[in-house]
C-alpha cells in the first residue's frame, strides 16, 4: 500500500477514525492490525519474516533485561545479530556476494562451480525494521534502554506503519515510551499532521514523479542521449528527484504519525544548503547516518583512534551504508565516494583553513559558506550517478561523456536540444520546474527552522490561502498512477 494511492487514502481515515474511537486499551492492537494489514497488503508472506523477526528479538531483549551483566547478556545480543542480519544477507546479499566470488574465481582462473543463486524477493522494508530492531537489541545488551517486556507494545515498535517500509529509522528509547501513552485528539495536532503529509504528497507526486519523466528516459539509455549537457540535466534533476521522493516520503510518515499522536525524529534537514560533505550527512538521512554513527562507527573507534584508522573508519562505515541501500556494485561506489570526500576533506581542513586566511576568504564567511554549498552540492550530485545508473558501465560512460558537447554551445543551441529531447514531455517539465523551485523557495525560507514550523507561524489567511494553492497542486499536477518510492526498494 503506498501513500499516494486510493487504497491509503481509504485505510488512514478509517484507522484513524477507529483509533480515537476505541477505548484506550485497544488502541495499540488497532494500530498493530493495522500495521501488519498495510505490510501484507504487499505480499502477505512478508508479514511472516516480519512476525519472525519481532519474536526472536523480543525475547532476546527480554532474557537479556533478566541478566546482570554483559558478559551473560553477549549470547542472546549474538544470537539477535546473527538472525538479523543473517536475514539481510540472505534476501539482499547472498547472489550479490555468489556472483562476486564466481567473478574473481574466474577473473584469477580458478576452479569453480556454478554455486546455487536465490530466487527470492527481497521484502519491502526489510533493510529498514532490520536496523531498527538491532538498535534495540543493542541498547538493551549496553543497558541503555530497559527491555520492553509487553510484547504488543515492542511488535507496534516494529512494525508501526507509517515508518515500517522506508523509515525513519527510530530507537526503543525515543518510541516505546510514546507507545506506553494515552494520545487523545487534538484538533492542533491532527492539523499540523494534515499540513506535513500533504506537503510530503506534494514534494512526491508533483516534484519527484515530474522529474522521473526527464531523468528516467537519461539513465535508462544513456547511451541514447551522449550529450553532456542533457545528462548534466538529468544528474541534477535527479538530485532533487530523490529529495523530493524520500524527503516527501518521510513528510507524509511523520505527518501520519503525528495525526495518532506520535512524533517521528526529524529525517532531512535541508540538506542541499550544507557547506560540507559532513555537515550534508548530519543532514540527510539523518536517521540512518546517525545509526551507523552509533553502532559501527563509534565501536570502531570512531575518531578516538590515530588518523590512519579513523579514515579506515569512515570508509567503511560508507562503504557499508552503500551497501545497505542495495547489492549492486553502483552503490557500494556511491558509499565509497562519499567516504572518500569525507577522508579528503578532513585531512584537507588545516589546508583550506590557510587557503581562506591568504585569500582573504576568512574575514567573508558568507560568501565562503556559499562556495562551499555549490562545492559540496557538485560533489553530491556527481555520487548520485551511480547511485541512480543501472550498471556500473552505464554511470562509467555517464561521467566519462558529462563534459562532451558543450563546445560552442549557446542559450538558442540549449534550448533546441532540450526541447528536441523533451518534445513529449514540455508540459510535465514544466511543472517538474515549478514544482521544484516551489519546494526550494519554501525549504529556504524555512531554513532556520522547519517549513512546517514557518508556514504555522504565516497568518491565518495567507496559511489557509496556501493551503488551498497546495491541494489545488497537487489534485491538477500530481502523478497519481501509483508510483513507488525509491527508497522502498532498500
Known sequence: MLFNSLHFLVFFPVVVGLYFGLAPRWRGWLLLLASYYFYMSWRAAYALLLLATTLLDYYSGYRMGQLPTKQARRPWLYLSLASNLGTLFVFKYFNFFRDAALQLAEALHLPHGTGPALGLLLPVGVSFYTFQSVGYIVDVYQGRLAAERNFGRFALFVAFFPQLVAGPIERGGHMLPQFRRTHEFDYARVVSGLRLMAWGL?????????????????????????????????????????????????????????????????????????ASVAEFWRRWHISLSSWFRDYVYIPLGGSRVGPGRAYGNLLAVFLL????????????????????????????????????????????????????????????????????????????????????????????????????????????????????GLMLAVEYLGRRRSPQAWVAAQPFAVRWAGYAGLTLLILYLGVFNSTSFIYFQF
Open 202 to 274: 506534494f514534494k512526491k507526486v508533483v516534484v519527484a514523479d515530474r522529474l522521473a519523466l526527464l531523468v528516467n528516459p537519461v539513465f535508462n539509455n544513456p547511451r541514447q542521449h551522449p550529450e553532456g549537457p542533457l545528462l548534466v540535466l538529468a544528474t541534477l534533476a535527479f538530485t532533487f528527484q530523490i529529495y523530493g521522493d524520500f524527503s516527501g516520503y518521510t513528510d507524509l510518515a511523520r505527518g501520519a504519525a503525528r495525526v495518532l499522536g506520535f512524533e517521528f525524529n526529524l529525517n532531512f534537514r535541508q540538506p542541499y544548503q550544507a
Open 321 to 436: 551504508s552503500g551497501l545497505w541501500h542495495g547489492a549492486n556494485w553502483t552503490f557500494l561506489v556511491w558509499g565509497g565516494l562519499h567516504g572518500l570526500y569525507l577522508v579528503v576533506g578532513t585531512g584537507a581542513r588545516p589546508l583550506r583553513e590557510r587557503l581562506a586566511q591568504r585569500t582573504g576568504l576568512a574575514g567573508h564567511p558568507r560568501l565562503r559558506r556559499g562556495l562551499g554549498v555549490a562545492a559540496t552540492f557538485g560533489l553530491v550530485a556527481y555520487a548520485w550517478i551511480f547511485f541512480r545508473a543501472n550498471s556500473l558501465a552505464d554511470a562509467v560512460f555517464i561521467s566519462r561523456h558529462l563534459p562532451s558537447g558543450w563546445a560552442g554551445l549557446n542559450g538558442r543551441a540549449l534550448t533546441t536540444l532540450l526541447l528536441e529531447f523533451s518534445q513529449h514531455y514540455r508540459p510535465e517539465l514544466a511543472v517538474a520546474a515549478l514544482g521544484t
